[in-house]
């Protein structure tokens, strides 16, 4: 990834996806905007190269992702003063688009594309 991220620890040496949503929302309590920012512009160039956020970043997480929370990535943005949030919105409309394709043709107890 292009910017600097912080991985789980232990055995871990990657970032995944809605855990490094639970790490943003400490660094936003430390007033760590640089890696709030950081961050998001990972998942956001992820966005555009996979055309979604994977599971994690490695190759073999590729196939999968996990809940959506990109959103309320962006959104620890404008709670801590940090101005530019907007910029983000093509990579979340890009998001919800991933995660909806398909919704209409979708019957009860079926999964189309997506499962979480």
Known sequence: MPQSYIVPGGRFSETYYWDSYFTMLGLAESGREDLLKCMADNF???IEIYGHIPNGNRTYYLSRSQPP???LMVELFEEDGVRGARRYLDHLQMEYSFWMDGAESLVPN????HVV
């Open 69 to 71: 929370v990109f959103a």
């Open 44 to 46: 956001a160039w992820m």
């Open 110 to 113: 079926q999964a189309y594309r």
